[in-house]
């Protein structure tokens, strides 16, 4: 099980940590919160291919 997720300079995330407990985690939020960057970021934790131009404008990596 995933316990916590810690994403930095991702796409337009600085820095976010987001902690999962056992069962159905639900993200939800307003157009632009950046939900799909969330699931981008587990997909790539997941094993899916990461690309250069995910990482935030200015920061040399994520």
């Known amino acids: ?6 994403v930095r300079n991702f796409v337009v995330v600085k820095q976010v940590q987001i902690s999962f407990s056992a069962g159905l ?4 939020g307003e157009t632009g919160a950046g939900k799909s960057v969330m699931v981008d970021a587990l ?3 997941l094993g899916n291919r990461a690309s250069a131009d995910l990482i935030r404008h200015g920061a040399d990596q994520a």
Do not use: E, R
Request: proline fraction near 0%.
């Open 1 to 6: 099980m995933i316990n916590w997720l810690d």
């Open 25 to 28: 985690t639900v993200i939800t």
């Open 43 to 45: 997909a790539i934790l």
